[in-house]
């Protein structure tokens, strides 16, 4: 598990007319947290989440997880993005020892890790199959256990089901749900779903437009774990009107 400090953080991006990205931002997702970037296309949140990966240093401000700047991608954060990213000429398993193979970790570690981890995201009977072979959910569950067999203590996701259907988005929010309650990662979550981030998250941090800042916090009064029926909640319904009556403002 992994503590995760934003301090008066910029992004602005050089040019004839600088593009600034992200202003003043300033958050802590504490170890084992499930946290939620709530906001509108292109008010940053994906930059957010580039900068905590690595993929892009901040023009000011600082950026801690565990304590050290990040400086660099790191196999201690673990990125999953809308699309799964698997090699297409690799199998499920295949895929999931990838990374911690290159890594140099031990086979007998990564392959019971990898055992396990595949188990958990329910793909046991599909080791052998390619990633064509696969639903797109199918292909997000094996991005999570590449992750997880990884070692990775901090899951960066990106919109990672935006591009499924509903009923398989529900699943896969449910998975999560399942896979965050066994192992416990600091999960970082980007959506521009209101009702995904209510359910999923334990703290909401709702982003305003570009450039991005952190309109408010809100802590999710829903008790865990979390079931599909708390959707149809009072609770849920009174928070997701207050979030937009906040955004609309």
């Known amino acids: 598990m992994s503590h995760i400090s934003i301090d008066k953080l910029y992004k602005t991006y050089p040019g004839a007319t600088p593009v600034k990205a992200l202003e003043d931002i ?3 997702v504490a170890p084992g947290e499930l946290v939620a970037l709530l906001g509108p296309s292109g008010c ?3 930059t ?3 900068l905590i990966a690595g993929f892009e240093q901040p023009s000011q401000g600082q950026l801690l997880v565990d304590g050290q700047g990040v400086r660099a991608p790191g196999p201690d954060r673990g990125v999953v993005f809308q699309e799964a990213a698997l090699f297409p000429w690799l199998t499920v398993w295949e895929n999931v020892i990838f990374g911690p193979k290159v890594q140099g970790m031990a086979r007998s570690e990564y392959e019971d890790r990898a055992h396990e981890m595949i188990k958990i995201v329910g793909l046991s009977d599909f080791k052998n199959h390619l990633p064509v072979q696969l639903s ?3 292909r997000q569950r094996v991005g999570i256990a590449r992750i997880l067999t990884l070692g990775s203590r901090v899951l960066l996701m990106d919109e ?9 988005r529900l699943t896969m929010q449910e998975l999560l749900l399942t896979v965050w309650q066994k192992l ?18 334990s703290t909401i941090y709702v982003m305003s437009a570009r450039p991005g800042r952190i309109q408010t916090k809100i802590t999710v009064p829903l008790a865990r774990p979390r079931t ?3 959707t149809a909640s009072e609770t849920f319904a009174a928070l997701k009107l207050d979030i937009l ?4 403002h």
């Open 184 to 201: 416990k990662p600091t999960i970082i979550f980007v959506t521009h779903d209101i009702d995904e981030a209510i359910f999923l998250a």
């Open 26 to 28: 300033n958050l802590q």
């Open 136 to 138: 797109g959910g199918m």
């Open 228 to 230: 599909v029926a708390d």
């Open 48 to 50: 957010l989440l580039n």
């Open 160 to 168: 990672p089901f935006g591009a499924l259907d509903a009923q398989t």
């Open 44 to 46: 940053g949140k994906s």
């Open 245 to 248: 009556n906040l955004i609309r």
